[in-house]
T-cell receptor
Framework: DAKTTQPPSMDCAEGRAANLPCNHS???????VYWYRQIHSQGPQYIIH???NNETNEMASLIITEDRKSSTLILPHATLRDTAVYYC?????????????FGQGTTLQVKP | GAVVSQHPSWVICKSGTSVKIECRSL??????MFWYRQFPKQSLMLMATSNEGSKATYEQGVEKDKFLINHASLTLSTLTVTSAHPEDSSFYIC?????????FGQGTRLTVV
């Protein structure tokens, strides 16, 4: 599975959009981009995933560049409860049954 | 989404004793579950893949005789930390896949004194 690079930390004002970048320049054609987050002392929580097209769900939007070498997770209206470590992971969906290799992630601090 | 339940949420044990952690998929069947360990201020590290009805697959550097994994049914995997020592104190997390998502338990905080 391809390696990802994320900034170690970011701040965001409450109510504003949080844009979390991820670089995955070695991504293969059949690898998906997944985002998870981990709130302090809890298990990770699935957010969203995508292959080529932009995706949106009730939690966030995922923007994938046309060359697929980078992506951005967007939390449209960040709240204090969105303070967490956000992990960007790329993997082949059919290669396993849920195995995830976590990088260091981005610690997002939402401030009042 | 699917629910994965982990028990206990926290445990304190004496050095040299064994501790068992349970991971259950509550509303789906999981032929494969995963065990992770997380030290303070670090990311999750995959320890092993638990396979229903067969032996677990351990990641490099993880002692299989120390971290015993049993996956006896499609909804339950257990991790036993044998002869625990203070350096085994950590946050242990399990996950199970309901493709395409992986769902995680709430984690178990193990403190060995």
């Amino acid at each position: 599975d391809a390696k990802t690079t994320q900034p170690p930390s970011m701040d965001c004002a409450e109510g504003r959009a949080a844009n979390l970048p991820c670089n995955h320049s070695t991504i293969s054609g059949n690898e998906y981009v997944y985002w998870y987050r981990q709130i302090h002392s809890q298990g990770p929580q699935y957010i969203i995933h995508g292959l080529k097209n932009n995706e949106t769900n009730e939690m966030a939007s995922l923007i994938i560049t046309e060359d697929r070498k980078s992506s951005t997770l967007i939390l449209p209206h960040a709240t204090l409860r969105d303070t967490a470590v956000y992990y960007c992971i790329v993997r082949v969906d059919s290669s396993n049954t849920g195995k995830l290799i976590f990088g260091q992630g981005t610690t997002l601090q939402v401030k009042p | 989404g699917a629910v994965v339940s982990q028990h206990p949420s926290w445990v304190i044990c004496k050095s040299g004793t064994s501790v068992k952690i349970e991971c259950r998929s509550l509303d789906f069947q999981a032929t494969t579950m995963f065990w992770y360990r997380q030290f303070p201020k670090q990311s999750l590290m995959l320890m092993a893949t638990s396979n229903e009805g067969s032996k677990a697959t351990y990641e490099q550097g993880v002692e299989k005789d120390k971290f015993l994994i049993n996956h006896a049914s499609l909804t339950l995997s257990t991790l036993t930390v044998t002869s625990a020592h203070p350096e085994d104190s950590s946050f242990y997390i399990c996950s199970a896949a309901d493709i395409p998502e992986a769902f995680f338990g709430q984690g178990t905080r193990l403190t060995v004194v």
